[in-house]
């Protein structure tokens, strides 16, 4: 999968019925259930402006405050290692657990995992690498990539699920019983409790890493990071140098919004704080603890103008909540960050030439900019990267004609106005009976409706209402 | 260069800093060193008996059980009960937690040893009001791994160790470990374990407990 064929993969995606259903039902639950949360905190917003601050502070000073992280996490026993690229970050891992002999590793979710494809870098040095959040597992079984942030496997049913265990679960009783969803979990669960409990080396990413004491936390509702955290004997932090955190309060502020903001709860069933190996007397947890801070394209971003995407705390709300999003899921972006959030991260860390179409996948709606936890002006970073797209002449021949002609008719008022009255005409003829064209050319009413011009344009309205206004 | 260098050499020049500013310095160790709190929700600000009220119904939210009882010497019983009810066997896995070892057990059993399959009782450090939250520290006393394991996970905390917000149980921390020390795991645990990864519906008891039990004692 790559980034570059986005067009293509969500027509497929629309023709998906069964992805279709999921995404309605995922998108609907979302959105929801953010909006109770919302509605249940008086202070949410203020929490959101805090969240800005405190990610926008950290940033502005991210050189002092790794050094001082990592200060905290050699105190308490732990290593830290850097990795600039993608490469650098596997032959850390893979050296790890080479040094252990390790032959099984589990992992909770980690999304800079996935960008820097350890996964494959681990099973390339004979480790077998199993993930262990219950949706990655069964995406893993299927050699799928993620569809959503927080649910992963949002777009499979219980049957798909059932062949899948069926397939790779040999050792179990063929005639056994799959059909409740309930079955499935407690087959799982048992599965993955055995890989648990012999595994060699745990794998998860973080959601903050403090500063002030060392410590990486982890969000996860199922109890698989945290436990891939406390059995193996070497516990494995991934974690993007964007994730640290000044202070233990900062944190809190941080992860008041992110929850609330992915899945509408007030906190996540586990919130995990660790901070560093085993201590003397413990009768659990790693003997080492190893952190491996990721650049991955990070620090280059912090220089540029799209530096604000480096506060996204990865929440999932941009996605729930856009338009295209839910009409195509995750797949179409062919990157391991979808949606709006995709759509800016992806073309910075695969270049712009393989991503052209994702900074294009929007309707700017601003949705993703009203919801997102930490602020980011998302529609205004992906029209950056269009402006990049266009400069660098990775834009189509018909697009670029289409822009040139609006910028000839947008230079002559006059011309423009006739030009666009006289469209509403047209488009006012083939309306359907409740003001939406079904119908239009360029399929843009294939997966949307288009509400039909009602009255004037824009430019014969405001003129009307000003004239109005000076008379009273 | 090592990548260490590298990397913060990067950051620097793209914030266009050399690292060594004084007023960025002072800014960096001012934070550090006063951890301004942000804002804190109102919710959790209330006095005792309505904190504890509070936690009981937001753990209730998220679908723990809870029982109150009036001493140390009624935990016990409370648990027992618990246990017959769920037809659960009379041996609970535990740490070495001294406040649990003293309780009148009579006819239950703490053992330590694997918790899984079988329920486990843990001691919280404390307890946060505003979203039904427990606070586990790590430890021969209450070992982490008992907080995931067993199918059912039955947790004591006293009244007064129930606190409004998180800000508050970081202070409560820095009071015990000392100011930039943690635990080496701290476990916030807000109701038993879920998914809605199968089938799309919620379902308990994931990779942990299906069961979460908690006992507050005192306060009445
Ligand atoms: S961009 Fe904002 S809304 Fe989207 S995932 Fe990141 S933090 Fe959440």
């Known amino acids: ?472 | 260069m090592s990548a260490r260098a590298e990397i913060l050499a990067d950051v620097r020049r793209a914030l266009g800093v050399t690292g060594s500013e004084a007023s960025r310095r002072r800014a960096v160790a001012d934070r550090l060193e006063h951890a301004p709190q942000g804002t804190i929700p109102a919710r959790g600000q209330l006095d005792p008996a309505e904190r504890k009220a509070l936690f009981r119904a937001e753990a209730e939210r998220v679908l723990a059980s809870v029982a109150e009882v009036a001493s140390n010497a009624d935990v016990a019983a409370e648990v027992a009960t618990y246990l017959r009810r769920r037809n659960l066997p009379a041996t609970l896995r535990a740490g070495a937690d001294p406040y649990l070892a003293a309780l009148p057990w009579q006819g239950l059993e703490l053992a330590e040893g694997s918790p899984d399959g079988t329920a486990a009782l843990s001691r919280a450090f404390g307890a946060v009001a505003e979203s039904g939250t427990l606070v586990l520290v790590s430890g021969k006393e209450n070992p982490t791994r008992l907080n995931f394991l067993p199918p059912t996970h039955i947790v004591v905390v006293a009244a007064g160790d129930i606190v409004g917000d998180y800000e508050t149980i970081w202070q409560r921390l820095r009071g015990a470990y000392g100011k930039g020390a943690m635990p080496r795991t701290v476990n916030f645990i807000s109701g038993p374990s879920r998914s809605a990864d199968i089938g799309r519906t919620m379902q308990l008891g994931a990779h942990g407990p299906r069961e979460l039990r908690i006992i507050i004692v005192g306060g009445k």
């Open chain 1, 1 to 472: 999968m790559n980034a570059a064929q986005f067009t293509r993969r969500a027509h497929l995606a629309l023709e998906d019925k069964q992805l279709q259903t999921a995404l309605s039902i995922s998108r609907d639950g979302f959105t929801a259930q953010r909006a109770a949360a919302v509605a249940r905190l008086p202070e949410f917003d203020s929490l959101r402006d805090s969240a800005r601050d405190i990610k926008a502070h950290t940033l502005a000073h991210l050189d002092l405050y790794l050094e001082a992280y990592e200060k905290r996490v050699t105190a308490s026993g732990g290593i830290v290692h850097y990795a600039r690229s993608a490469k650098d970050a596997n032959d850390i891992v893979v050296s790890i657990c080479r040094r252990h002999g390790a032959k099984l590793a589990v992992k909770g979710k980690t999304m800079i995992g996935e960008e820097i494809g350890v996964n494959a870098a681990l099973e390339a040095n004979g480790v077998d690498p199993v993930e262990t959040d219950l949706g990655e597992y069964i995406l893993q079984l299927r050699g799928e990539l993620p569809s959503h942030i927080t649910a992963p496997a949002v777009h499979l049913t219980k049957e798909q699920i059932a062949a899948d265990f069926r397939r790779a679960h040999r050792d179990l009783p063929e005639g056994r019983d799959l059909t409740e969803a309930s079955a499935l979990l407690a087959e799982a669960r048992a599965v993955l409790r055995k890989m648990f409990l012999s595994a060699d080396i745990g794998i998860t990413g973080a959601n903050f890493l403090v500063a002030e004491t060392g410590t990486s936390i982890i969000v996860t509702n199922e109890g698989n990071g945290d436990l891939a955290a406390t059995l193996p004997k070497v516990h494995i932090v991934l974690a993007s140098i964007e994730k640290l955190v000044p202070t233990l309060e900062d944190a809190a502020q941080l992860l008041r919004v992110l929850t609330r903001s992915a899945t509408g709860q007030e906190i996540s069933t586990y919130t995990t704080f660790a901070t560093g190996p085993r201590r003397p007397g413990d009768p659990d947890g790693p003997e080492e603890y190893h952190v491996v801070l990721v650049d991955n394209g990070r620090s280059a971003l912090l220089g540029s103008e799209f530096a604000e995407v480096l506060r996204c705390i990865r929440c999932g709300a941009c996605m729930n909540h856009c338009p295209v999003y839910q009409s195509v899921g995750g797949h179409a972006y062919g990157s391991v960050y979808a949606g709006p959030i995709g759509a800016v991260l992806t073309p910075a860390l695969v270049g712009i030439e393989n991503a052209v179409d994702l900074p294009n996948a929007s309707s700017f709606c601003g949705a993703c900019e009203s919801v997102c936890p930490v602020r980011i002006p998302l529609p205004k970073l992906m029209r950056f990267w269009r402006e990049h797209a266009f400069e660098r002449g990775l834009v189509s021949v018909r697009q670029r004609l289409a822009l040139n002609l609006w910028g000839f008719f947008a230079k002559r008022p006059a011309l423009y106005r006739f030009a666009t009255r006289a469209a509403v005409r047209v488009l006012a003829k083939i309306d359907g009976e409740d003001g939406r064209l079904r119908k239009m050319p360029a399929s843009w009413t294939a997966s949307r409706d288009f509400p039909a011009p009602q009255g004037e344009t824009f430019q014969a309205e405001f003129a009307r209402r000003k004239s109005m206004g000076r008379r009273s």
